[in-house]
């Protein structure tokens, strides 16, 4: 495996690639072009120049999370085929640049859904936290609203001011997309780019649903293994494979992580490693990576993806904001850099031990 940080480049993010760079054991970064919007097909200079600076800091791009998929794909929209098209155009320069790896979602309105970024843990850390009641009483067009003031002035992914602004207008969009509708224009965008991916060896890794079950009533089918095995059967292709994020897959108690990822051996192109603390029905909080911090076991997580042979690669995910550091809430320096040397402590305890 490759331990990688993501990065969101050198205008919006706290964290530098010097910093990075310094941190045991992790090669890579895993980003994309930030000022594109879902659906513009990516011009090519700038994924070279992306490349570029990252290479002068002795790093290398891994991968790209994300090529975002327009709405009018995943509605099934008329226009749907020309997004396509800019997507196939952009998935084709990628390949062109030596880029073969990339994480996209499939989610309606909510890239993720929190409704704390900045909850108080007992070490006094801060962590992004969920809480099913507060959900049932708030009304979406106010969900952006409900964090804001929380994000230390970041632009979070998936909660773009301006994206939140149409937030009515996107419920109304999706009013008539059910799980089969969903289900069914994922199959016809995979069928369309598997082509591509073919021809530049493109692994194409969905991300789950965040958290793993349907919010404000919308749509959610990247939450289990029998949906993800459905995703994967409708497009039989090896290129058409996942993001294991452990956090997401996670939310819900009832899905066996290192279960699910021996089960989709060939098929994890890409893994989010975290860990999340249970506290009752309804109600998470993100942890450090140290198991003993949360409810995963994360030795178990590590184990398994170690015995399908997964080589591709892998980011400590949502840290906590610790030692009174400032950055976008989940994405600050300090616990992600602990997270991955955690991380890689564990893949070198593994592959020793299995050596003996």
């Known amino acids: 495996m490759e331990m990688t940080l993501r990065w969101y480049g050198s205008k919006s993010d706290s964290v ?103 909850r108080v843990r007992p070490d006094g850390s801060t962590v992004l936290a969920y809480h099913q009641e507060t959900v049932d009483n708030l009304d979406p067009e106010k969900m952006f609203a409900s964090i804001s003031g929380d994000t230390n002035g970041y632009v979070m992914p998936g909660w773009e001011p301006e994206r939140m602004e149409r937030t009515k207008e996107l419920f109304d969009m999706y009013k008539d997309v059910d799980e ?65 994020c452990s956090g997401s897959y996670g939310t819900n108690p009832d899905n066996d992580l290192p279960g699910m990822i021996r089960a989709l051996k060939g098929r994890v192109h890409f893994a989010h490693v975290r860990n999340l603390q ?34 591709g690669p892998i980011r400590p995910d949502h840290g906590r904001m610790i030692w009174d550091e400032v950055a976008m809430p989940g994405y600050g320096l300090y616990d992600r850099a602990l997270g991955a040397t955690y991380l890689n402590g564990l893949w070198e305890a593994i592959v020793k031990a299995n050596a003996r």
């Not at 020309?82 to 030596?98: A, C, S, V």
């Open 278 to 311: 249970h506290n009752y029905p309804g109600d998470f909080e993100e942890a450090a990576h140290l198991s003993a911090d949360g409810s995963f076991d994360m030795y178990e997580i590590m184990k398994a993806l170690y015995d399908i042979g997964f080589d």
């Open 16 to 118: 530098t690639l010097r910093q990075i760079r310094q941190i045991p054991g992790v090669t890579g970064v895993i980003t994309t072009l930030y000022d594109t919007a879902p659906g513009d097909e990516w011009d090519r200079d700038a994924i070279r120049a992306m490349k570029a600076e990252v290479a002068a800091s002795g790093l290398r791009v891994a991968g790209i999370e994300s090529v975002n998929i327009h709405d009018a794909i995943k509605i099934g929209l008329p226009e749907r085929d020309q997004y396509i098209e800019n997507y196939i155009k952009t998935l084709e320069k990628l390949g062109q640049e030596d880029i073969h790896m990339v994480c996209y979602n499939f989610m309606p309105v909510f890239d993720w859904t929190r409704t704390e970024l900045a």
């Open 180 to 244: 089969e509708k969903l289900f069914a224009n994922l199959k016809y965008f995979l069928e369309a780019i598997m082509p591509v991916c073919d021809q530049y060896h493109i692994n194409m890794a969905i991300h789950p649903d965040d958290p793993a079950w349907s919010v404000f009533g919308l749509p959610r089918i990247i939450t289990n293994l029998s949906n993800i095995r459905r995703m994967m059967e409708m497009v039989d292709n090896p290129h058409n494979g996942v993001t294991f």
